[in-house]
């Protein structure tokens, strides 16, 4: 691993504090730059919370109760809100998987991707549209210049999915965290997606990526390195290969005959 690390995350523990008692955690995990590393589990093994942690959008009552989110010797966790807002969505891109969920239903999408790009960069109003009608290309929306002006609902959802990946991108993060950034595109349509977001993110020297998913077929494709998740814990992290070849755990066994076929 390289000496450098973009994101590392110590000992991290959280408590989910809901009816049904839930722990993440312990988690240790560095991301090397231009490393590409997947958190697979079954439904319900605690992916999202990490992402949520990671992004810091836990809702109440889970509370982060231990470790450090280190991000260029500041812990996240410790961070003052205005250092934390001007990395998030800045320096550390999130590409979620509910499009709907995560754009503004009354303003243009082109005018959110430009008001998350101006919050982060010192751009004129004419600049941040050239630079979203670049962004929304090279995401492979077409008629880019005709849909900066659509509103969410106008967008098929594979559109709108594409909009959410340009938010994450936009502001040529150092790290990005996907949750599950495909779900609901078609199979060809995802691959081609998935290789833009990881062409972005080799694209530059620095750049790391942690990709949530439970599809392990995503994962033998596109990532270096995978951490598995079962009920919270980390029951492996290995390098992709290794896990394929020799999965060490019951739970990595049935996630791999699970995803038999890829
Ligand atoms: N942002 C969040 N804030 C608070 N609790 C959360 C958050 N996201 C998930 N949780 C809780 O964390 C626990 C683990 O579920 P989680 O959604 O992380 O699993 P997952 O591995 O992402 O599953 P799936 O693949 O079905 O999305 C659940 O109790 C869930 O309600």
Redesign the pocket.
Known sequence: MADHIVLDIRDLRVD?G?D?P?TLGPIDLALAPQEIVGVV??????????V?TLTH???DP?AVTGGQIVFEDEDLLKAEPKLLQSIRGGRIGFIGSNPHGLLHPMLPVGRQVANVLRAHKPLSKAEAREQVLEMFTAVGIPDPLRRLDAYPHELSGGMAQRVVIAVGLICDPDVVIAD?PTAGLDVTIQAQVLELIESTVRSRENRALLL?T?DLGIVARFCDRVVI?DA?EVVEQRPTGELFRDPETDVSRALLAASRGF
């Open positions: 989910g809901g049904r839930f589990g079954d439904s319900g093994a605690g992916k999202s919370l990490l949520s959008t836990l809702r889970a599950e949530a439970r998740l919270g």
